[in-house]
């Protein structure tokens, strides 16, 4: 997804010695959801929150979506050449990862082995 920016952006956190905790206190955003940005789990921003980055880590808006377009440049790129394409989640999945990053401990649970039993029930419908 958003590996180069993601890596970017915590290049610019950890230059400025900030922690996930101190950034999501200055721009209001979650550390959990900065995180997976940063790891390349979660796809680039919106320029409202970019916004806030921008002003935390001291650099214009347009230098990180100058950025963040780079990486969209390079995905297609990639996919012109026929290479594998970028991995995009889907919009379910967006919503699937959001709503369960929402959930307490016991709701996650009790999602894991709802899941769980649907794997176990998908399996056996394809062993017939």
Do not use: H, W
């Not at 919503?95 to 369960?100: G, K, P, T």
């Amino acid at each position: 997804m958003g590996r180069i920016f993601g890596e970017y952006l915590k290049q610019l956190r950890l230059d400025r010695k900030l922690t996930l905790r101190e950034v999501e206190e200055k721009a209001q955003i979650s550390n959990a959801y900065l995180s997976q940005v940063e790891r390349g789990e979660r796809s680039t921003p919106t320029m409202k929150i970019l916004d806030r980055l921008a002003e935390v880590y001291g650099v214009s808006v347009s230098t990180l979506n100058e950025k963040a377009l780079e990486e969209l440049r390079t995905g297609a790129a990639a996919l012109a050449a026929g290479l594998a394409p970028p991995d995009i989640p889907s919009p379910d999945t967006e919503f699937i990862c959001r709503s369960y990053n929402k959930l307490s401990d016991e709701k996650k649970k009790s999602l894991m082995d709802y899941l769980s039993y649907l794997l176990n029930e998908e399996k056996r419908g394809k062993g017939k």
